[in-house]
């Protein structure tokens, strides 16, 4: 199967996808992108992938300029945004080719209300209805969203399937550090993108200031370095900050801590955050640590489903949840279930979803 990928800035969940398809078939993947590779921008990746080609001018018209060199079998664009899901489903229907277009949604832009990209939401969603309601194939990354789907546009016609964002078996930790000794203290870890002053759900600082006033010690790993979260050491002695690791790396260190963060800043996203499923989820669950969030509709229904996290209500309450007897137990429960997300054990369900709209 000869597959061309399609993303703005290509990101961790198309990699996974390369690692899952090659390790149980052999298809080949041409990745078509704007920015920069996986490899410019995470120092790995480009690898798993047959070609790379960089998007100029027009999507559209570069884009048929692809589909007229390269065989193509289906097309999976990634979002956000979605313009070349877009520029994908036009070019595909001027060359008149049989191509399905599947759309990955990794971020519902109707669930903003602050700006992606630079651009206001409102410019965005005429693209978002289109990619929704034109593709042949749709993959969520949570219930929640397929959900939100549904109710703002209806029951949309493409062939839909929920694939999380699971984890290569390669990444999970074959060996877990021994846990952090400090006198019965508790050892939080956040690992991922961080923002500050907007009010955006990756705006956490007021979060781990109160986090840490608990005297719970809470590990920041950033994806790039973001000075105003190193500055927080100086306030407390249990704010820590690291520095940027690789994925492998990153996911043998945080080991050693006792829960993992993914409690996000609702001030202005609430909707999106009742419909997010991040990657984090996942790899603290395979590096053997709880996920703590709050109530936030697909990650709550993950924990709940799996036994595999802990929902506060209020970040104030989270010392006596932390040492609860919940806690134990879901800790034991982790312990049983790291190997159980991976990327692996679940590619079956894409690779039969391409099947479907080739078949069709």
């Known amino acids: 199967m000869r597959l061309l990928y399609l993303e703005h800035q290509p990101c961790i969940r198309a990699l996974k996808y390369a690692q899952g398809l090659k390790s149980r078939y052999s298809p080949e993947i041409t990745f078509a992108y704007v920015k920069t590779t996986l490899s410019e921008f995470y120092g790995q990746g480009d690898e798993l992938f047959d070609r790379w080609i960089k998007i100029k001018g027009t999507p559209k018209e570069y884009l048929k300029e692809i589909l007229g060199l390269f065989s193509v079998d289906l097309i999976h664009s990634h979002n956000a945004p979605d313009y070349l899901t877009v520029a994908a489903i036009e070019a595909v229907e001027s060359m008149r080719k049989k191509i399905p277009v599947v759309h990955d949604v990794h971020d519902l832009i109707s669930a903003r209300t602050t700006s992606y990209g630079g651009k206001s939401v409102s410019s965005l969603l005429a693209d978002e209805r289109i990619a929704l309601t034109k593709s042949d194939g749709v993959i969520f990354v949570s219930s929640g969203m397929e959900e939100s789907v549904k109710q703002k546009y209806g029951e949309i016609p493409a062939k839909k399937i929920v694939f999380p964002s699971y984890l290569p078996e390669n990444l999970v930790p074959a ?108 790899e603290y669950v395979s590096a053997g640590l709880p996920i703590v969030t709050f109530d936030f509709r697909s990650l709550k229904k993950f924990i709940e489903e799996h036994n595999v996290g802990l929902v506060c209500k209020s970040v104030n309450d989270l010392g006596s949840l932390l040492r609860s007897k919940k806690a134990e137990e879901v800790k034991r429960e982790v312990e049983k279930k790291r190997f159980d997300f991976t990327i692996e054990k679940n590619i079956q369900n894409v690779w039969e979803l391409y099947h479907h709209l080739l078949r069709k």
Not at 269 to 275: F, K, P, Y
């Open 175 to 282: 060996k877990p550090r021994q846990k952090i000794q400090n006198n019965g203290e508790i050892h939080i870890v956040y690992e991922g993108t961080l923002d500050s002053g907007t009010g955006s759900h990756y705006d956490l600082i007021a979060i781990f200031r109160d986090i840490a006033a608990q005297s719970i010690h809470i590990h920041i790993y950033p994806s790039k370095e973001y000075s105003a979260y190193r500055s927080l050491t100086a306030e407390s002695p249990f704010i820590h900050y690291h520095e940027h690791l690789s994925p492998l790396s990153l996911l043998e260190e945080i080991t050693q801590y006792d829960f993992g963060w993914a409690g996000f800043n609702e001030t202005k996203n609430r909707e999106h955050l009742e419909m997010v499923f991040p990657n984090k989820a996942v």
